[in-house]
């Protein structure tokens, strides 16, 4: 048995967790689909949805190189799935977009980055604001977003990005102060980390803010923490 079998094997029960995960969301996004609904809601529905492994992937314990190999695979999934109709249901957002591909890159990254220093919550969060903030933002901008603004030709609105904001600092409020409490630095942490999200899911173009995003949102939490203390 090779050294990847071994290692996989060592953690069967909590790969086989995580891709039932996967299975159930992209069974909730198929069903949504065929009930009706449009593209844009059956692609939240994953885009909020799974990212939630990177929950999975602190709560288990999994090593590093077993996210950045599995984000390394989808990432080439996604690229595959530009040409050919692997994921119909996810890329077909009526505009172009990277976003599935960078989508699967950021999980390798903050994994790769965050699980060998010893703090792997911060690219937890990173993560769910990628998911909830970005997500969230979108779905309220497109059914009550009334109030517009424009940045490098990407049509934004008001409610959406107050709604990017909110869910930010709710993530860190959530992770951060789940792990030592709440308090008046968390607070300035997470006002901080809302800010910078949003602005990154403002300007971003073609997919990238699910890059930006996370990884601005990690860094900024890490800065402000050390800062702040």
């Not at 010893?118 to 998911?131: A, E, H, N, R, T």
């Amino acid at each position: 048995m090779s050294q990847l079998e071994t290692g996989l094997a060592g953690y069967g029960w909590q790969v086989g967790l995580v891709l039932a995960w996967l299975v159930l969301i992209g069974g909730a996004s198929e069903g949504s689909r065929r009930l009706g609904y449009g593209p844009e809601i059956t692609r939240k529905i994953v885009h909020i949805g799974a990212g939630h492994v990177i929950l999975l992937a602190w709560w288990f314990m999994l090593p590093a190189w077993l996210g950045v190999a599995a984000a390394v695979v989808s990432a080439g999934v996604a690229l595959l799935s530009y040409r050919f109709p692997i994921l119909p249901g996810i890329n077909s957002v009526g505009r172009r977009s990277w976003g599935t591909f960078f989508y699967a890159v950021s999980i390798g990254v903050l994994m790769g980055w965050c699980w060998p220093q010893g703090y792997p919550y911060f690219g937890v969060i990173g993560i769910l604001i990628m998911c909830w903030g970005d997500g969230l933002a979108a779905l309220v901008g497109q059914r009550w977003g009334r109030h517009s603004y424009e940045i490098w030709g990407e049509k934004k609105s008001w409610e959406g990005s107050l709604t990017m904001a909110m869910a930010s600092a709710l993530v860190v409020l959530a992770v951060l102060g789940g792990l030592q409490g709440l308090s008046w630095p968390l607070g300035m942490t997470a006002l901080g980390v809302a800010i910078v999200a949003t602005m990154l899911e403002a300007v971003s173009k073609y997919g990238i803010d699910n890059l930006t995003v996370p990884i601005g949102a990690t860094a900024t939490t890490l800065a402000l923490t050390h800062f702040l203390g």
